[in-house]
């Protein structure tokens, strides 16, 4: 081999080992761009899920200070029922009081006017004079409608006692559920061997139709989708107060299991 062809040979290898440094570079671009693409794909993965982490959180707290109004709210009724019985007791005692001064008056009334009918004419320490009788009769008459206007507020308490006992004893009925279908497996899932179970929060409205539906919990989207779609078809009997009105029910939980045959 002469000289030139030495040459040649070199010139040959170096351009091959340039091409080959190029092709290189080419593909390190190319990773380092789809690099940076999975990594903006995961940050707004991680945004989307602490988003829904916060709406929970929220949701959590509000139910918090639902549980703790209502928990003050029937401390302070039974505070008020106390209250009203404290009251009760005192008025009945205070018109037992009446019933028997009442009887006594009436029994010295009739031995008097008996001692009168005996003898009118007759004075005597232990007889009193027809004034005297008559102021009694007054006393006893008004005594009598002091009485009455207890048995009237006594009657009263009781109504009211009875009415706050029905409203404390009350309780609310939960929307149940009707008719539920099963959900369709995805085609795509089944695919990709995925599988868990999807964990979903709905409300139902008075006419017992699911409403905002949320995922709390979830393997993948996809299967996300398909426990939403199922959901949404539920049929629930709604929710009752305590006078069978229908009213709107928050927060239940619901699952669905997405599992392969094997």
Same mark, same amino acid.
């Given at each position: 081999?002469?000289?030139?062809?030495?040459?040649?040979?070199?010139?040959?290898?170096?351009?091959?080992?340039?091409?080959?440094?190029?092709?290189?570079? =080419? &593909?390190?671009?190319?990773?380092?761009?789809?690099?940076?693409?999975?990594?903006?794909?995961?940050?707004?993965? %991680?945004?989307?899920?602490?988003?829904?982490? $916060?709406?929970?959180?929220?949701?959590? %707290? @509000?139910?918090? %200070?639902?549980?703790?109004?209502?928990?003050?709210?029937?401390?302070?009724?039974?505070?008020?029922?106390?209250?009203?019985?404290?009251?009760?007791?005192?008025?009945?005692?205070?018109?037992? %009081?009446?019933?028997?001064?009442?009887?006594?008056?009436?029994?010295?009334?009739? +031995?008097?006017?008996?001692?009168?009918?005996?003898?009118?004419?007759?004075?005597?320490?232990?007889?009193? *004079?027809?004034?005297?009788?008559?102021?009694?009769?007054?006393?006893?008459?008004?005594?009598?409608?002091? @009485?009455?206007?207890?048995?009237?507020? &006594? +009657?009263?308490?009781?109504?009211?006692?009875?009415?706050?006992?029905?409203? =404390?004893?009350?309780?609310?009925?939960?929307?149940?559920? &009707? +008719?539920?279908? !099963?959900?369709?497996?995805?085609?795509?899932?089944?695919?990709? *061997?995925?599988?868990?179970?999807?964990?979903?929060?709905?409300?139902?409205?008075?006419?017992? +139709?699911?409403? *905002? =539906?949320?995922?709390?919990?979830?393997? $993948?989207? &996809?299967?996300?989708? !398909?426990?939403?779609?199922?959901?949404?078809?539920?049929?629930?009997?709604?929710?009752? *107060?305590?006078?069978?009105?229908?009213?709107?029910?928050?927060?239940?939980?619901?699952?669905?299991?997405?599992?392969?045959?094997?």
């Amino acid at each position: 081999m002469n000289r030139r062809e030495t040459l040649r040979g070199r010139r040959h290898n170096r351009d091959s080992s340039s091409s080959t440094g190029f092709t290189k570079n =080419i &593909i390190l671009i190319f990773f380092v761009i789809a690099l940076i693409g999975l990594s903006a794909f995961l940050f707004q993965e %991680n945004k989307s899920i602490e988003a829904k982490l $916060s709406s929970i959180q929220t949701s959590n %707290n @509000l139910l918090k %200070n639902q549980i703790r109004e209502l928990r003050e709210e029937v401390s302070d009724q039974s505070m008020t029922m106390n209250g009203l019985r404290s009251d009760k007791d005192l008025f009945e005692e205070e018109w037992t %009081n009446g019933l028997i001064r009442n009887s006594e008056l009436e029994k010295e009334n009739r +031995r008097l006017r008996n001692l009168i009918k005996d003898d009118p004419l007759r004075k005597s320490s232990d007889v009193l *004079d027809l004034d005297t009788i008559r102021e009694l009769e007054s006393e006893i008459k008004i005594l009598e409608d002091d @009485l009455k206007k207890k048995e009237d507020e &006594i +009657r009263n308490l009781k109504a009211e006692n009875s009415s706050k006992n029905d409203a =404390i004893n009350c309780k609310v009925t939960r929307a149940k559920v &009707i +008719r539920r279908p !099963a959900p369709i497996y995805p085609k795509r899932a089944l695919d990709r *061997d995925i599988e868990g179970t999807v964990k979903l929060s709905l409300g139902v409205s008075t006419s017992g +139709r699911p409403i *905002d =539906i949320r995922v709390l919990s979830t393997p $993948s989207d &996809i299967l996300s989708n !398909a426990a939403m779609s199922a959901a949404r078809k539920i049929s629930f009997s709604p929710s009752k *107060d305590c006078y069978g009105n229908s009213i709107i029910d928050q927060n239940l939980t619901i699952s669905y299991s997405f599992k392969m045959d094997k």
